[in-house]
């Protein structure tokens, strides 16, 4: 969802960061920007948070919101509608012990090449049921779950049901909705073949990442077409130096590209890479 909220001019903007980090500490909250010559400020968010509940931090933080009526109407639903989702059938079997596997493989990989902390604030892009992100919720402070299939996301909404998770976020959007660059941690298996605007996706994740962020993409080797034979997707796998080129022309080194993994399926051998990138640290 996403508000557009007006406030009163003598008030809007005068400490844009604080207001920022305000609005983001609502559980629900995904983005926040402050307009200084509209006098708006707009928020994404999921369901679990209201308008009220915003309006109300805006109120304790000296933003008089003008006109609650005319806000709500601008309340704007950007959740990808079921009939457009390719994954509405897939979504309630894809649990396979053989997509299980493969999780497990490319968490015990990123193990191999990045230490996950505490401190950390990931996000699993593409996150399909969840099968990496909640594997990684326990080693981080925050990571939030991101996937543009509303089927995917109930699937995943329905496990976390019974799981003890306060420090997850899911949303059900495409990655430009995050705005925040406040991100320790990128990671994505086998979602990136499903991307067509790659380099503008790639680029996005860049201005996310805070200095010194990494991001990790696991998935397909370039192939012939035949994993997804009964759909048509983006990329049939990559070229691994074409897609490390991409990833350096947006403010990231790559530091490792290799194959850790093959996968079988319709009697043919997939090869699985990772790829490991890092921004760039703020000079000193």
Known sequence: MRQVIKVEKAQCCVFN????????????????????????????????????????????????????????????????????????????EWDTPMKVKMAEKFVHEMHQNINFSKDHKALDFGCGTGLVGLQIASLVKNVIL????????????????????????????????????????????????????????????????????????????EEDGTFHPEESVAHNGFNISQLSDIIEGSEMEVSKAYVYNTIMKNEKEYEQFILIAQKANEPT
């Not at 390719?86 to 979504?91: E, S, T």
């Open 146 to 221: 991101m996937d543009t299939s509303t089927s995917m996301i109930e699937v995943l909404k329905s496990k976390l049901e019974n799981v003890k998770t306060e420090n997850v976020k899911v949303i059900n959007s495409e990655i430009f909705a995050y705005t925040q660059k406040d991100i320790d941690v990128v990671f994505s298996l086998m979602a990136m073949h499903h991307i067509e605007n790659l380099n503008e996706t790639i680029d996005h994740i860049a201005k996310i990442l805070k200095p010194g962020g990494i991001l990790v993409i696991g998935d397909l080797k």
């Open 17 to 92: 960061n604080h207001i920022n980090r305000e609005i983001a500490s609502l559980n629900g909250v995904y983005g926040v920007n402050v307009n200084n010559y509209k006098n708006e400020i707009t928020i994404d968010h999921t369901t679990e948070v209201s308008f009220e509940m915003i309006a109300q931090k805006l109120e304790e933080n000296g933003y008089k919101v003008i006109n609650e009526a005319e806000n709500v109407n601008n309340s704007i639903n950007i959740h990808v509608p079921e009939m457009n989702d390719p994954f509405a059938v897939k979504a309630k």
